[in-house]
């Protein structure tokens, strides 16, 4: 009976050393995965910066350009309003220092 037991003993004894070296590789195996899933992270984190990066500098570009035609048509229209003003003032200057003497002179018109 004694050798049964010791039978019973030595089984459990393997068994608890076999479920000790199950506990050792599932610990190990969960640190890998969660290492792999980190980089994983770290991977498509670095993947969507660099995506979200270019789309920001396109659009960027493209509103640069945007206004850019903007302050062109803005500049076109401000050098012909001001020819136009000019040459109003240039129409009128003869007729305005006529005013002006006449009435520096006293003459009422």
Do not use: N, P, Y
């Not at 984190?45 to 206004?67: D, G, L, W």
Request: aromatic share 2%; no cysteine; hydrophobic share 40%.
């Amino acid at each position: 009976m004694s050798s049964a037991i010791e039978e019973t003993v030595k089984a459990l004894v393997e068994f608890e050393s076999e479920l000790d070296t199950a506990k050792a590789e599932i610990s190990e195996a969960k640190k890998r995965t969660m290492k792999d899933a980190a980089d994983w992270a770290g991977s498509a984190k670095a993947s969507a910066i660099s995506k979200a990066q270019e789309i920001a500098t396109k659009t960027v570009a493209k509103a640069r350009e945007a206004a850019e035609a903007e302050a062109a048509k803005i500049r076109k229209k401000g050098e012909s309003d001001l020819k136009a003003f000019e040459s109003s003032i240039s129409k009128h200057k003869s007729e305005a220092a006529e005013m002006v003497a006449s009435r520096l002179l006293g003459d009422a018109k």
